[in-house]
C-alpha cells in the first residue's frame, strides 16, 4: 500500500505492505518484531534488527558507517562507559567502566599494565615518528607525573639506529646501529670494534659493573681514580676461568693464581704463589708458538727432585739431598756421568771402551802460564797444579813461600820446583830422616855428591851363588854384594879328598873380574888357613870368575888343600 499522506494520529496502526513516506514523526515506540529490519538506502545499504538472540546495524552498501556527535559514548545498560569521544579532544577506552587508554594531543596515555601478544616473527609495537630526524620514545613517569625514564630511538642522522636508555631525564645507556653497547658513553663504538661494550665512569672511584645474588654484592667490574681496573671478589671464595663449561683457571681467597687445579700447588697444577712462588709439575719450552711443549723443560720427577729435559730425554737431576746429577739417576760411579754431590764431593765417571782412545776431562787456562787448579783447605792454599813454560806442568804440594816444594816437568825428566812451579836446583829434599822412601827401583844409576860421571852409581845387586872346584865340595855356599863395579863375595866350602897334583881353584863366582892386571896385583882374600900358615892368598884370573889358591908365591895344589875347610872373603872389580 502506498499512501502520500500523513500518519499523524495517536492510534496504534498495522501496517502491511510497501510504505513510502517522506517523514515520520514517532510520539510513542516503534515496534518491529525479531528478524524484522529497519532498513535505509536504495539498496538496503544499512539495516537495524534483532535477530531474536544479538541486535545488529548492519552497513553493507558503498561507503562507511558514520557516528557523528558532539560528545560521542558507548556504554554498557547498566550506563558503564565503554568509550568516550570528547569533540576537539580526547577519545577515551574504559574497562569496567574505569578509563585505561586515552589520546592526547601528543599520543596516547595508558593507566594500567599493557600486554601485547603477536605472532611469530610479528611486530608486536611499532612506533614511528612522523617527524624528520625526531626520535621516538617510551616516557616512565614517577607517581607525581614528573619524567622519571625512558627508552628512546635516536633517529637523527648522526645516530641512526641508535637505542637509548635514560634515567631522570638523562641518557644512561645507547646501543647503537652496529650492536655496539655503550653505559654512561654516547659513542660505544671501541677501537672501531664491533658487538663492543662500552661504560664510561666518572673520575672518582666506581664500580662499573655489580654482581648480587639475593641482594647480596658477590662480585663486581671496578675503575679506580687512577684509571686501574679491578675485579673483585667480595666474598671469600675463588675467582675462577672456565672454557667450554671446565674450569681452567682460579685465584683463590690468598691470592694464588692456579691453572690446572683447583688447589695451590697441587700436583696437577701450576700455581704463582701470591709470595711470589710459582710452582708446577714440570715447565717445558717450544720455540715454535703452538708447536707441543714437550721437548725441553723442567719438571718433576718424584718428591723433592727437579729434573732438566731436552729432546725429551733427562739430562740433569737435582735429588732430594741437593746432588746435582749430569747423565745419572743416582749418586756413585756405576754408570757415565758428572755428580756433584751436596756436601763438594765430585764423582766423574766416562766409560772408555778402548785404552788410550779418549780422555775423560780436560782443563784449560787459555794462552798463558799459570795455576790450572788450586787446592785448599778451609781457605789456606795448599797446592796447585800448573801450567809452565807453555809446555810443562807443575804440581805445588807446599806453597809456602821461600820453602815451598814440588815437581815440575821438562823433557824426559821429572825435576822438582818451588811454591811457584818453578825448577829448584840443590835445594828439594826426597824424603827425611823421620819419613824415608822405602824402595828406589831405578834402570838407570845414582848421581851421589855430584853431577860428573865420577860421581853416578849405576848398579847394586845382592845374591847367592854356589862355588865350584875342580874336585868335589862339600856344605859349598856364598854370597855377594856388587855395588857400582865392585863385587864383595864370601863364601864357605870344605875341599873334597884328591891326590892330584894340579893347582887347586875355585870357579862359578857371580861376576866376571876385569882383565886388567893391576886390579888381579890388589885383589887380598883371607880365609881360615887350616895349618897353611900366613901369606896364603886366593887370586883371580882376569876376565874369569875362578880363582887359584897360593901360599909364599907357589901355587897350591888340590892334595895339599884335601879335606880343608875354607871361610873366603873379600871385593874384586868386575867389568860391568
Known amino acids: 500500500m502506498t499512501r502520500s499522506r500523513d500518519l499523524a494520529d495517536s492510534a496504534d496502526k498495522d501496517i502491511s505492505g510497501t510504505v513510502t513516506l517522506d517523514d515520520i514523526i514517532l510520539s510513542n515506540d516503534m515496534t518491529v518484531a525479531d528478524n524484522g529490519k529497519v532498513i535505509f538506502g536504495a539498496g538496503s545499504d544499512l539495516q537495524i534488527y534483532h535477530d531474536g538472540s544479538h541486535s545488529y546495524i548492519d552497513e553493507q552498501g558503498t561507503g562507511s558507517l558514520q557516528l557523528r556527535a558532539t560528545n560521542l559514548n558507548i556504554k554498557s545498560a547498566a550506563n558503564e562507559t565503554y568509550i568516550a569521544c570528547v569533540a576537539d579532544g580526547q577519545v577515551e577506552l574504559y574497562h569496567d567502566n574505569s578509563k585505561k587508554f586515552e589520546t592526547t594531543a601528543t599520543g596516547v596515555e595508558v593507566t594500567g599494565g599493557v600486554n601485547i601478544t603477536s605472532p611469530t616473527n610479528a611486530r608486536a609495537l611499532k612506533m614511528q615518528n612522523s617527524a624528520n630526524n625526531s626520535a621516538s620514545q617510551i616516557t616512565f613517569l614517577s607517581h607525581d607525573g614528573t ?291 822405602k824402595d828406589l827401583y831405578l834402570s838407570g844409576g845414582v848421581y851421589l855428591g855430584g853431577t860428573g860421571s865420577a860421581n853416578k852409581l849405576d848398579d847394586y845387586e845382592e845374591g847367592t851363588f854356589t862355588p865350584t872346584s875342580g874336585v868335589p865340595l862339600s856344605a859349598a855356599s856364598g854370597v855377594y854384594r856388587k855395588i857400582g863395579a865392585l863385587v864383595h863375595i864370601g863364601m864357605k866350602f870344605t875341599m873334597g879328598s884328591s891326590s892330584s897334583g894340579s893347582t887347586a881353584g875355585i870357579s862359578s863366582l857371580p861376576f866376571t873380574n876385569v882383565n886388567d892386571n893391576s886390579a888381579r896385583a890388589g885383589l887380598v882374600i883371607s880365609w881360615n888357613t887350616n895349618g897353611l900358615g900366613a901369606g896364603a892368598t886366593f887370586l883371580l884370573g882376569q876376565g874369569t870368575t875362578s880363582g887359584v889358591f897360593y901360599l909364599d908365591g907357589a901355587a897350591r895344589t888340590y892334595s895339599q888343600l884335601a879335606g880343608k875347610t875354607f871361610y873366603i872373603g873379600g871385593t874384586y872389580p868386575t867389568a860391568s
Open 147 to 437: 619524567e622519571d625514564s625512558f627508552v628512546r630511538n635516536q633517529a637523527s642522522t648522526s645516530a641512526v639506529d641508535t637505542l637509548s636508555l635514560g634515567t631522570g631525564g638523562t641518557e644512561r645507556m645507547r646501543i647503537d646501529g652496529s650492536g655496539n653497547v655503550g653505559i654512561g658513553t654516547d659513542s660505544p663504538n671501541v677501537h672501531g670494534w664491533t658487538k663492543a661494550v662500552s661504560i664510561n665512569v666518572g673520575n672518582s672511584n666506581s664500580a662499573a659493573v655489580e654482581l648480587n645474588q639475593n641482594g647480596t654484592k658477590v662480585g663486581s667490574f671496578n675503575i679506580q681514580g687512577d684509571q686501574r681496573v679491578q675485579i673483585l671478589n667480595h666474598t671469600a671464595n675463588p675467582i675462577t676461568f672456565n672454557i667450554n663449561a671446565t674450569e681452567r683457571m682460579r685465584i683463590d681467597s690468598s691470592g694464588n693464581v692456579i691453572a690446572g687445579g683447583t688447589s695451590a700447588q697441587a700436583a696437577d697444577a701450576v700455581t704463582l704463589m701470591a709470595d711470589g712462588e710459582v710452582t708446577a709439575a714440570g715447565f717445558y719450552f717450544s720455540n715454535n708458538i703452538g708447536s707441543a711443549m714437550n721437548d725441553t723443560g723442567i719438571r718433576r720427577a718424584t718428591t723433592s727432585t727437579l729434573v732438566f729435559d731436552t729432546g725429551s730425554t733427562e739430562r740433569m737431576r737435582l735429588d732430594a739431598s741437593g746432588n746435582l746429577l749430569v747423565g745419572n739417576t743416582s749418586t756413585g760411579l756405576t754408570s757415565d756421568g758428572i755428580n756433584l754431590h751436596s756436601n763438594g764431593t765430585l764423582e766423574v765417571r766416562r766409560n772408555i771402551s778402548t785404552a788410550n782412545s779418549s780422555t775423560v776431562g780436560y782443563i784449560s787456562r787459555g794462552s798463558s802460564d799459570g795455576n790450572l787448579l788450586n787446592f785448599y783447605r778451609n781457605t789456606t792454599n795448599i797446592g796447585s797444579v800448573a801450567s809452565r813454560g807453555g809446555t810443562t806442568a807443575s804440581f805445588v804440594g807446599y806453597p809456602g813461600s821461600g820453602v815451598g816444594a814440588g815437581v815440575a816437568a821438562s823433557t824426559n825428566m821429572i825435576i822438582p820446583s818451588n811454591e811457584t812451579g818453578a825448577a829448584q836446583d840443590n835445594r828439594i829434599n826426597l824424603g827425611s830422616t823421620s819419613t824415608r822412601w
